[in-house]
């Protein structure tokens, strides 16, 4: 599979569909691995025709250490050096958790670059909205393990507070922990992500500066960032669509999918449109 570089980053990716099509970028979350973007759910969009791309971020699965003290817009580099090595000039940015932070900083330093933004499950980085519950805090905050049962143990534990209450299947996040496991374990680079985040602060301002077309998306139900973080962001973004989903918590199983992959579609065309006009 295709590799390209950001500086000393390497970066793994994968593309499906056909690239004359729109791209839409799809962004990780914190720790999370590219192949937490199913192909099922990747295929989704190439039935509706878009060009997708998945990746791991710096730092987890196949891609490699960010040096130390890296940004959100070092992050968002990161994105734009796959679209350079696929020479993509824009694309439509979906990032989820910290991915929504990232695809908010890169409409922000790069809006040339971007078709539309859509940020899911995430938040401006102002303190008094989008916060964990006291439950969900205490478990993020929990030190990750490389010893395989203590992973795939807090990998469940992480669910059943902040996944989808309705939804959760033990048997396949169980095997999919497991997965992820085999594929690359590196607690360490989660604690890199983590401090990204941190040290970015606010963009409230500078996201209010922006006039990218913008979806906002955000679950009921989502313990780990709570839901008025996603309505300040679409607060604060000119003209951005809320969309929230019933019962959605921080995850996204199949029974949301089309719902997600409707509106993520009707607003790229929608941009898509007047970016022609």
């Not at 720790?31 to 060009?51: A, K, M, P, T």
């Not at 374990?185 to 890199?192: A, H, S, T």
């Not at 313990?223 to 969309?243: K, M, N, P, W």
Request: proline residues 4%; contains cysteine; aromatic residues 6%.
């Amino acid at each position: 599979m295709p590799t390209c570089s950001n500086g000393q980053v390497s970066l793994y990716y994968e593309t499906f569909g056909n690239v004359s099509q729109p791209t839409l970028v799809l962004v990780n979350g914190l720790s999370s691995q590219c192949i937490s973007y199913s192909e099922e759910f990747c295929g989704l969009f190439v039935d509706q025709g878009f060009h997708v791309i998945r990746f791991d971020n710096r730092d987890v699965g196949l891609s490699s250490d960010g040096p130390k003290g890296y940004s959100l817009s070092d992050m968002g580099n990161d994105v734009l050096a796959i679209l350079d090595d696929l020479d993509i000039a824009s694309s439509h940015l979906y990032g989820m958790s910290l991915g929504g932070m990232i695809v908010q900083t890169l409409a922000i330093d790069s809006p040339h670059r971007v078709r539309s933004l859509i940020s899911v499950m995430s938040t401006t980085g102002d303190r008094d909205v989008g916060q964990a519950s006291a439950q969900a805090a205490a478990l993020l905050m929990t030190p990750g393990s490389t010893q395989r049962d203590e992973a795939v143990a807090n990998h469940l534990a992480g669910l059943r507070v902040w996944g989808s209450p309705e939804h959760f299947d033990e048997m396949a996040i169980t095997e999919f922990a497991h997965r992820m496991y085999e594929r690359a374990c590196r607690p360490q680079g989660v604690v890199r992500q983590f401090r990204a985040l941190r040290r970015d602060g606010s963009r409230s301002e500078r996201l209010s500066q922006i006039n990218t077309p913008t979806l906002v998306i955000h679950g009921t139900s989502d313990t780990l960032i709570d839901i008025s973080g996603g309505r300040r962001t679409a607060e604060v973004i000119g003209g951005a669509q809320f969309h929230s989903v019933e019962g959605m918590g921080h995850d996204c199983p199949p029974h949301f999918w089309d719902e997600i992959v409707g509106v993520v579609t009707a607003h790229a065309q929608k941009s898509d449109k007047v970016g022609l006009i």
